[in-house]
């Protein structure tokens, strides 16, 4: 038996608003994650429920309110639009784990929206956050991916989708950021407590509870690096305070290296481009500092010590960050224990990659199985270099590095091609994805098609969110 325990759901009402997800017309299982239903203990649900036509025992659908930077700019209230929070259950393992319906119709804060999601972007959160898992990066889950049976309107019509995502908790910068905006003090104070409590029981001030959320970014962040991440839409209301990635909207990953590389259809500026994930990042942290600033206060007794410890916290990042990118990127070339004289060796790579448009994850997969040069134009440099490298990799580098190097990741144009597929009413290539995705560091011989980088005309330069 399912068992819920909705604890946010205790919050005051001023949190959330209860509703039930609308109706599905004929929903219908497109993928079903078998393992992680064992995990929740909800292997008997089926597309009655999973849709939100039936509303399982100990559930208290709703929706969360939050506010959010979009792109720099602000927004007060923001807010599950299309999404409904079924509530939680408690693992097999005893972790408290939110299940949300994404897709699930309008809500209070929908914003003139429809509420609805269409196949091609539940597929694509569906494949990406389970590769992501696989890859060890934190991350919300995707229990399940359905068709509605119901149309959707876009530029053009599709068909209406859900998706069933897992994730620690739902709670964003953002959420605080609503009650900070509205100088609910009282609120911020027990969004703090809920989230000590649910992700870092470890902590017992303001203080530590913010180092805490800063250091999981940092880590999360650097990982985002190591496999050629670009999230996309990078948000306040788009930055879980877990530490899991959330919201994979316009995702995609690099093929051809560049730092500058960017996808998301609506960021024309570049502002969440590759290279600047971790400024963006510390950027949130700060927006998220500056609603701590009361809480601190009262513990410390002035304003002016709240807002400098937590300023001196904020500034831990870059280090912060900096150390686990080293690891990050230390592991994947055999370096099991990288310092600061590692560093131009690990830039110079990116260097000549970046140069080269080298394919990002065939050139680091290329170190294990010798095929590395191949991806490279200027050999004489890639020689140069890896004759440096050759020297410095520790002797059980050939392990960490198959450890650290997935083979395989999910290629834009690939979930492009299996998204246009489902359109047909043919799953099987986004099932062949989301089967093979979860194994991403083991290469069989039958999948080696989806180690290759798209031809000129297979080339998907823009992503979009799918609202």
Same mark, same amino acid.
């Given at each position: 038996?399912?068992?819920?325990?909705?604890?946010?759901?205790?919050?005051?009402?001023?949190?959330?608003?209860?509703?039930?997800?609308?109706?599905?017309?004929?929903?219908?299982?497109? *993928? &079903?994650?078998?393992?992680?239903?064992?995990?929740?203990?909800?292997?008997?649900?089926?597309?009655?429920?999973?849709?939100?036509?039936?509303?399982?025992?100990?559930?208290?659908?709703?929706?969360?309110?939050?506010?959010?930077?979009? &792109?720099?700019?602000?927004?007060?209230?923001?807010?599950?639009?299309?999404?409904?929070?079924?509530?939680?259950?408690?693992?097999?393992?005893?972790?408290?784990?939110?299940?949300?319906?994404?897709?699930?119709?309008?809500?209070?804060?929908?914003?003139?929206?429809?509420?609805?999601?269409?196949?091609?972007?539940?597929?694509?959160?569906?494949?990406?956050?389970?590769?992501?898992?696989?890859?060890?990066?934190?991350?919300?889950?995707?229990?399940?991916?359905?068709?509605?049976?119901?149309?959707?309107?876009?530029?053009?019509? #599709?068909?209406?989708?859900?998706?069933?995502?897992?994730?620690?908790?739902? +709670?964003?910068?953002?959420?605080?950021?609503?009650?900070?905006?509205?100088?609910?003090?009282?609120?911020?104070?027990?969004?703090?407590?809920?989230?000590?409590?649910?992700?870092?029981?470890?902590?017992?001030?303001?203080?530590?509870?913010?180092?805490?959320?800063?250091?999981?970014?940092?880590?999360?962040?650097?990982?985002? %690096?190591?496999?050629?991440?670009?999230?996309?839409?990078?948000?306040?209301?788009? %930055?879980?305070?877990?530490?899991?990635?959330?919201?994979?909207?316009?995702?995609?990953?690099?093929?051809?290296?560049?730092?500058?590389?960017?996808?998301?259809? +609506?960021?024309?500026?570049?502002?969440?481009?590759?290279?600047? @994930?971790?400024?963006?990042?510390?950027?949130?942290?700060?927006?998220?500092?500056?609603?701590?600033?009361?809480?601190?206060?009262?513990?410390?007794?002035?304003?002016?010590?709240?807002?400098?410890?937590?300023?001196?916290?904020?500034?831990?990042?870059?280090?912060? #960050?900096?150390? @686990?990118?080293?690891?990050?990127?230390?592991?994947?070339?055999?370096?099991?224990?990288?310092?600061?004289?590692?560093?131009?060796?690990?830039?110079?790579?990116?260097?000549?990659?970046?140069?080269?448009?080298?394919?990002?994850?065939?050139?680091?997969?290329?170190?294990?199985?010798?095929?590395?040069?191949?991806?490279?134009?200027?050999?004489?440099?890639?020689?140069?270099?890896?004759?440096?490298?050759?020297?410095? !990799?520790?002797?059980?580098?050939?392990?960490? %590095?198959?450890?650290?190097?997935?083979?395989?990741?999910?290629?834009?144009?690939?979930?492009?091609?299996?998204?246009?597929?489902?359109?047909?009413?043919?799953?099987?290539?986004? !099932?062949?994805?989301?089967?093979? *995705?979860?194994?991403?560091?083991? *290469?069989?011989?039958?999948? !080696?098609?989806?180690?290759?980088?798209?031809?000129?005309?297979?080339?998907?330069? @823009?992503?979009?969110?799918?609202?």
């Amino acid at each position: 038996m399912t068992q819920f325990d909705n604890s946010y759901a205790r919050l005051p009402d001023r949190f959330f608003t209860r509703i039930a997800p609308e109706e599905a017309p004929a929903p219908e299982l497109v *993928l &079903f994650n078998d393992a992680l239903a064992a995990e929740l203990g909800v292997s008997d649900w089926g597309a009655d429920i999973l849709s939100g036509n039936v509303i399982p025992d100990g559930a208290d659908p709703l929706a969360q309110v939050y506010a959010g930077h979009q &792109f720099g700019g602000w927004n007060p209230q923001l807010g599950d639009g299309r999404a409904v929070l079924l509530g939680e259950v408690i693992d097999r393992s005893g972790a408290r784990r939110d299940i949300q319906l994404k897709g699930a119709g309008r809500t209070p804060y929908s914003r003139n929206g429809d509420g609805r999601a269409w196949i091609g972007p539940v597929l694509r959160e569906y494949i990406v956050s389970e590769f992501m898992q696989a890859a060890g990066v934190p991350t919300t889950r995707a229990l399940a991916a359905l068709r509605t049976g119901a149309r959707v309107q876009r530029e053009r019509g #599709y068909p209406g989708a859900i998706l069933a995502r897992v994730a620690a908790s739902h +709670i964003r910068v953002g959420t605080f950021q609503y009650f900070t905006a509205r100088d609910d003090v009282e609120a911020i104070r027990l969004l703090a407590d809920h989230t000590r409590t649910r992700h870092f029981p470890q902590t017992h001030t303001t203080l530590e509870l913010y180092a805490a959320i800063v250091a999981a970014q940092a880590t999360l962040i650097a990982k985002w %690096m190591g496999l050629g991440f670009v999230h996309g839409v990078m948000n306040t209301d788009n %930055m879980a305070v877990s530490g899991e990635t959330i919201d994979y909207g316009p995702c995609a990953f690099i093929d051809a290296y560049s730092p500058k590389a960017v996808y998301s259809s +609506i960021d024309q500026f570049g502002r969440y481009a590759y290279e600047q @994930q971790p400024s963006m990042a510390h950027w949130n942290l700060a927006q998220l500092g500056s609603c701590f600033v009361p809480l601190l206060e009262e513990e410390l007794g002035s304003q002016p010590k709240a807002i400098d410890a937590l300023t001196e916290t904020l500034n831990t990042f870059p280090d912060l #960050y900096q150390a @686990q990118w080293r690891q990050v990127f230390g592991a994947k070339l055999g370096i099991a224990d990288p310092d600061e004289d590692d560093l131009p060796l690990i830039q110079e790579f990116l260097s000549i990659m970046a140069q080269d448009g080298a394919d990002f994850t065939n050139s680091f997969y290329g170190l294990i199985d010798g095929t590395a040069r191949d991806w490279f134009l200027d050999r004489d440099a890639f020689d140069a270099w890896n004759n440096r490298w050759e020297t410095r !990799r520790t002797p059980v580098a050939e392990d960490l %590095m198959r450890s650290s190097n997935p083979a395989l990741i999910p290629r834009t144009h690939r979930i492009e091609e299996a998204i246009q597929s489902a359109l047909e009413g043919d799953d099987s290539k986004a !099932r062949r994805l989301a089967d093979v *995705l979860t194994r991403p560091f083991d *290469l069989a011989d039958g999948d !080696r098609d989806l180690t290759h980088p798209p031809r000129d005309d297979e080339i998907v330069p @823009q992503t979009f969110c799918g609202t």
